[in-house]
């Protein structure tokens, strides 16, 4: 089955330093993949669409500056959380699709 | 009106009860309807699939379709505390089209 590879699983960082978390398909392509965000008790926010080969989309609200995207190429799409500020603190979750939505397994980053 | 509504909960129940957990859609085009299962601090992994109408099976799981009313449900017989997890539904219209999730609900089977 479709498998979806996300890394690190947690990372602790400092205040205005910046994470890249990876997401990879490992027996598929995908021109797309998601971006998601969670905090504790709620359910996934989508925060953007990552397209190969080109920019991604956005969700209102999210800041495109802080939250760099790359997916380039089709097997792996980069969220880069810039000047991590503690309310940057969540669990960020990737997602592809093949034929229906694979997710990787969370990254819970931890910004002090 | 949300494309998807879902009662977050959370539920809990005793080990062993039935569990029903539903969602309701707007959209009559919908004909792809998945649920998904997300254990604290994980990943949602794909739980059950079904296509327009009807119920399918799988274990101790139900997933059930009814396009008429627009409502979708999951049943989890015999539950375990190892179901205790939060259970997104989700739809589409067309695998190429997107896909709508609901809010989620958090289960909770107390042994």
């Known amino acids: 089955g479709a498998v979806v590879s996300q890394h690190p699983s947690w990372v602790i960082c400092k205040s205005g330093t910046s994470v890249k978390i990876e997401c990879r398909s490992l027996?598929?392509?995908?021109?797309?993949m998601f971006w998601y965000r969670q905090f504790p008790k709620q359910s996934l926010m989508l925060m953007a669409t990552?397209?190969?080969?080109?920019?991604?989309?956005?969700e209102q609200g999210v800041e495109k500056d802080k939250f760099l995207i790359n997916h380039a190429s089709l097997t792996l799409s980069t969220l880069t959380v810039t000047s991590a500020h503690p309310e940057d603190s969540s669990f960020y979750i990737c997602?592809?699709?093949?034929?229906?939505?694979?997710f990787g397994s969370g990254t819970r980053l931890t910004v002090v | 009106q949300k494309e998807v509504e879902q009662d977050p909960g959370p539920l809990s129940v005793p080990e062993g009860a039935i569990v029903s957990l539903n969602c309701t859609y707007s959209?009559?085009?919908?004909?792809?309807f998945m649920w998904y299962r997300q254990y604290s601090r994980k990943g949602p992994e794909l739980l059950m699939y079904?296509?327009?109408?009807g119920n399918k099976e799988d274990g101790r799981f139900t997933a059930q379709v009814d396009k008429s009313s627009k409502y979708i449900s999951l049943f989890i017989r015999d539950s375990q505390p190892s179901d205790s997890a939060t259970y997104l539904c989700?739809?589409?219209?067309?695998?190429?089209?997107?896909?709508?999730f609901g809010t989620g609900t958090s289960l909770t089977v107390i042994p």
């Open positions: 990552s397209n190969e080969g080109s920019k991604a989309t956005y």
């Open positions: 027996d598929f392509q995908a021109t797309t």
């Open positions: 997602s592809a699709r093949r034929a229906l939505y694979t």
């Open positions: 959209n009559s085009a919908f004909q792809y």
């Open positions: 989700a739809m589409s219209a067309n695998t190429g089209n997107q896909f709508y």
């Open positions: 079904t296509y327009s109408s």
